[in-house]
Every structure is written in C-alpha cells, then in structure tokens.
C-alpha cells in the first residue's frame, strides 16, 4: 500500500552541521509531497511542500527535492541552529488523504 | 485568524468512561481529519469527513466514533475509553485542492 519512510531519530548534530532526513515514499499516481515540523508541546506546522517531480520546496534554509525517479523528499539545510532542534515527519497525500511517516527527532547542540 | 482549536487541551479519565474532544475550524475547510500520535507510530488516521454528513474511517478508528453535522466542528468521541488510547490527538482540516493539511495544538489525553 501507499505509505512514507523517512529515517529513524534522533539525529544529533552540533550547530552549523550539514542536515540530511531521509524520505521515500510509495504511492499511487502523482501524489504531493511535504515536511512538517513539530516543536515540543506543539501541533505539526509546514515546513514545505512541493506538488510535482523536480520542483523543491524550500523554507528558512531548509530544502527538499521531489525525485520521481528514486521516490524520495530528502529533507535538508546547509547550517542547523540550536532553534532546529524538533521533530520533522515526512507526508505525502493522495486525493485529500495525507499520510505521515513516524517522525524523525533532531537535536542540535551548541 | 483563530483556525483550528481544539478543546480541551488537557484530559484525565477513568477507563470506561465516555470522553469527546472538541475540534472546530474557522477556514470552511471541506476536509477534516483525526489523527492519534504515539511513540514509535508517528501519526496516525482515525477518521476524516470530506464534508458535513460525509465522514470515512481511517487507519485506526475502532473505539472512536464522529460526527460532522456543521462543516466547522468535528468531534471526536471515544465511548469507552481505554487505557490504550492515551496518546496526543491532533485535528487537522484542509481544503478540496488538499494542498496542505493544518493541525490544531493537539489534545493530550490520559486514561488511568
């Protein structure tokens, strides 16, 4: 069935380290595709988004490419501050039903 | 912009009881979702309703039950509730392009 892969947490990196998440999905047809990320005690907020192959979303220096061809929404930003430091899930969605991957929790140090 | 509120934030009950959460949206979103959180699950479809009088389940929905007679609230209820649904539960809407899904703050609920 459909569903979305993302790697498994926590990530720890100092600060101004180079970011990577990985997802991949399946899904039938041409879905969209989406990081959302959630600070503690906190509902999911959008990251970014992009809605068909090859174009990249891209928010507060945190990038993602859609990758038909490999099935991938890898999520990354060049410099991660302390203020990074959240749970980032991975979602793609498919006539109005959205599905999320587990969640992956990043700690960023000083 | 209120968007979405959910009430209430904070829960204890007892195993058995009767307990509804509170979901409403101030967008006239047509999509309108419940998802439970856990450790190790992630997120996790309950029910959705593409519109008033229309709901679906989703992935997990036995011991829950919904409505959606206004297109602005979609309660959820859990009839008995169990100690294995404790979890942090999140309404969500979104609209027909389903471009992007919003999540309320989520509601934390304890069964003991």
């Known amino acids: 069935g459909d569903s979305v892969t993302q790697m498994e947490g926590p990530v720890t990196l100092s600060e101004e380290a180079f970011l990577t998440i990985n997802c991949t999905y399946t899904a039938t047809g041409y879905p969209s595709l989406f990081w959302y990320v959630q600070y503690p005690g906190e509902g999911l907020q959008l990251l970014l988004k992009a809605t068909k192959a090859d174009d990249k979303g891209s928010n507060k220096g945190f990038e993602a490419t859609y990758r038909k061809e490999t099935t991938s929404f890898h999520l990354e930003k060049g410099s991660v501050q302390v203020s990074d430091s959240a749970v980032y899930f991975c979602?793609?969605?498919?006539?109005?039903?959205?599905?999320f991957g587990s969640g992956t929790k990043l700690n960023v140090k000083p | 912009d209120a968007g979405i509120t959910q009430s209430p934030r904070y829960k204890i009950t007892e195993t058995g009881r009767q307990v509804t959460l509170m979901c409403h949206q101030t967008w006239s979103h047509s999509y309108m979702f419940w998802y439970r959180q856990d450790l190790g699950h992630g997120l996790r479809l309950i029910y959705y309703s593409a519109a008033a009088d229309i709901t679906d389940k989703g992935e997990v929905p036995d011991g829950y039950v919904v409505s959606r007679s206004k297109t602005e609230n979609f309660p959820l209820t859990l009839e008995s509730a169990t100690r294995s649904q404790t979890s942090v539960y999140f309404c969500?809407?979104?609209?027909?392009?389903?471009?992007?899904?919003?999540f309320g703050e989520g509601s934390w609920l304890t069964v003991v």
């Open positions: 979602a793609r969605s498919n006539f109005n039903k959205f599905y």
């Open positions: 969500a809407s979104s609209d027909r392009s389903g471009n992007t899904i919003y």
